[in-house]
């Protein structure tokens, strides 16, 4: 039995959707859209159809996929607005090259194609014209992320008793789950307005992409917690970067970190 490879899916993914009447625009997203793509890489696929015609695409592709190998695995994700989503796992082909495949309808605005927060898309089918890149408004977006500042510090300030008060109890997954979002999530964001502001949303994804390694080198040290009395160091640790992170970003603003060394 061969092996699918991602050339192959990508080619019978492609073919099947140029060949739909109800396609308006198909492009390849996710890491081939930002050049970090390797072997481990699924394959993320956006497509824009007519309103009407979401299931009988999904359908399409099924059809396409399961003759290069029987789906072994498809789900669906709900409860997504303005668009449908669904994973499939080929039976022949690497459990890491999954389709990740998001149907917008024609109706809907959102494209998925601001450069900032989702590269360049490598297209596959543009019947309407309609893939031109797009970019954020830059000062409407560096005022929501300066706004999130006081938030931020707010929220981080009232809630770390809530991992100490767990620790001190012995309650370990209690301590360790509270300071993974109460410490270290808002820290990551706090960076994130510091270096990469307008993608401050993505939390802990793409870290090794969007800020500098030794920042990342840096998170991943206090990520990683050996017992209760290593998390009280490195809940000291963190709330202390919080705070510098946070007085250079009162002073100087979102961004003030960006050397260039992280992708705009």
């Given at each position: 039995m061969s092996m699918v490879d991602r050339s192959s899916l990508v080619a019978t993914l492609r073919g099947a959707l140029e060949a739909h009447p109800e396609v308006d625009a198909a492009w390849e997203g996710g890491s081939a859209a930002f050049s970090y793509r390797d072997e481990l890489s699924d394959v993320d696929a956006?497509?824009?159809?007519?309103?009407?015609?979401?299931?009988?695409?999904?359908?399409?592709?099924?059809?396409?996929?399961?003759?290069?190998?029987?789906?072994?695995?498809?789900?669906?994700?709900?409860?997504?607005?303005?668009?449908?989503?669904?994973?499939?796992?080929?039976?022949?082909?690497?459990?890491?090259?999954?389709?990740?495949?998001?149907?917008?309808?024609?109706?809907d605005p959102l494209l998925f194609r601001d450069v900032e927060l989702h590269g360049q898309g490598q297209t596959w089918v543009d019947r309407r014209g309609r893939l031109q890149p797009s970019h954020l408004d830059a000062a409407a977006d560096r005022e929501q992320a300066r706004a999130r500042i006081p938030v931020l510090r707010s929220a981080f300030?009232?809630?770390?008793?809530?991992?100490?008060?767990?620790?001190?109890?012995?309650?370990?997954?209690?301590a360790l789950q509270f300071y993974q979002g109460m410490t270290l999530r808002p820290l990551v964001e706090a960076l994130r307005l510091l270096h990469c502001p307008q993608r401050r949303i993505f939390g802990l994804r793409y870290l090794a992409r969007d800020l500098p390694a030794e920042v990342v080198a840096r998170i991943e040290q206090l990520m990683f917690v050996a017992d209760l009395p290593d998390l009280e160091r490195k809940?000291?640790?963190?709330?202390?970067?919080?705070?510098?992170?946070?007085?250079?970003?009162?002073?100087?603003?979102?961004?003030?970190?960006?050397?260039?060394?992280?992708?705009?």
């Open positions: 956006v497509v824009v159809v007519a309103d009407e015609a979401v299931e009988a695409v999904f359908a399409a592709v099924e059809v396409a996929l399961n003759a290069l190998s029987p789906i072994a695995l498809r789900h669906d994700v709900s409860g997504t607005p303005g668009f449908s989503q669904r994973f499939f796992r080929l039976r022949d082909a690497s459990e890491f090259l999954v389709v990740d495949l998001v149907l917008i309808r024609r109706s300030d009232m809630f770390q008793h809530i991992p100490t008060k767990e620790r001190l109890r012995g309650r370990k997954v209690e809940h000291e640790q963190a709330q202390q970067w919080f705070w510098e992170t946070m007085a250079r970003l009162e002073r100087d603003g979102p961004g003030a970190a960006d050397d260039g060394s992280a992708q705009n």
